[in-house]
């Protein structure tokens, strides 16, 4: 494993929650990603005691492929289907306002509508070493093809849900690898180009799916936890199989950004001269469940 350049002095941007979505953007398309301080200071705490019962019991590992187990850590729990696991989730982080306004200014390039494409707590136990540097457009290899001047079709949102220093493991980026000429350049990534996204607990680093980054070395005695937010245009397919996890009553308390978010709402793609995709009888989905009654 290549080891963390601990000297390197640059960090990504900082900025208020509250600050412009122009200005965010500005930053993203500029570095790669942003830090938004304090996004969700309001809500971690509540998420946490949320999901802590169910973190505490759960294995770290992933079981499945060889190299699906390295990507996603032989000492990292990942959790999903939060929807239905934190009512604090559900009613306040799937459809944040302010969230959504940044993530917006990327996923409506060229969509409508988008999902979330996954909803995540990635805890980095004590002992784990760093994740394979990657950058998150590559869950839709072909676009890897397309460089910096592809679409946008991943970004994220990772909440650091407990104190993020680089010894816990604070995810690792490199900084303006979102415009680097070839994203088939698996020989050009060198660990000594990555800053830890170093956060206070409820901050946010919101990030392209351009830019390469990476789960960092946890070297401490603590576990690092972040909640990973990714979005994807409302025509590609999600990570996360919601309709088939969220019980149609749930969905129904959702509010309807939230419904569109997690596949409860057709897909449109009309500003682009596209159609309308996820719809049943050429039905918009919501009418066909009579969400809006
Ligand atoms: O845990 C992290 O800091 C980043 C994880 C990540 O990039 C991923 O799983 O795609
Ligand atoms: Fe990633």
Redesign the pocket.
């Known amino acids: 494993m290549l080891a963390p350049s601990k000297e390197n002095a640059v960090r990504l941007k900082e900025v208020p929650a509250g600050t412009p979505p122009t200005e965010v953007k500005r930053i993203i398309d500029e570095d790669g990603g942003v830090i938004v301080k304090g996004l969700f200071t309001a809500q971690v705490d509540r998420f946490n005691t949320d999901m802590d019962p169910i973190m505490s019991g759960w294995a770290a590992g992933y079981d499945g492929p060889e190299w699906m187990k390295e990507?996603?850590?032989k000492k990292?729990k990942?959790v999903t289907q939060l929807v239905k696991r934190s009512k604090t989730f559900r009613e306040e982080m799937l459809d944040h306002e302010t969230m959504l306004s940044y993530i917006d200014t990327m996923m409506l390039e060229t969509s409508d509508a988008y999902w979330m494409n996954a909803a995540?707590i990635?805890e980095?136990q004590p002992g784990e070493k760093q994740?394979f540097l990657?950058r998150?457009l590559e869950n839709y290899p072909v676009f890897r093809n397309l460089g910096p001047s592809g679409p946008e079709v991943m970004c994220?949102c990772?909440v650091a849900l407990s104190d993020y220093t680089e010894e816990m493991?604070?995810?690792?980026v490199i900084p303006g690898s979102n415009k680097w000429p070839d994203f088939n350049d698996r020989d050009r990534i060198d660990n000594t180009e990555t800053i830890a996204?170093v956060m206070e607990k409820g901050d946010a680093v919101i990030y392209s799916g351009k830019m390469v980054?990476?789960?960092?070395a946890n070297v401490s005695d603590r576990p690092?936890r972040?909640l990973?937010l990714?979005f994807c245009p409302g025509w590609l397919v999600p990570e996360e199989a919601y309709p088939f996890a969220i019980p149609l009553e749930m969905a129904r308390t959702l509010s309807k950004r939230g419904q569109q978010l997690t596949g409860f709402r057709s897909m449109h793609n009309q500003k682009m001269g596209g159609g309308t995709l996820w719809s049943l009888d050429y039905v918009e989905l919501a009418n066909v469940l009579n969400l809006d009654d």
Do not use: S
């Not at 493991?169 to 690792?172: K, S, Y």
């Open positions: 990507f996603a850590g990292t990942r995540q990635i980095i994740q990657h998150d994220n990772l493991g604070a995810t690792r996204a980054h990476g789960g960092g690092r972040a990973a990714a």
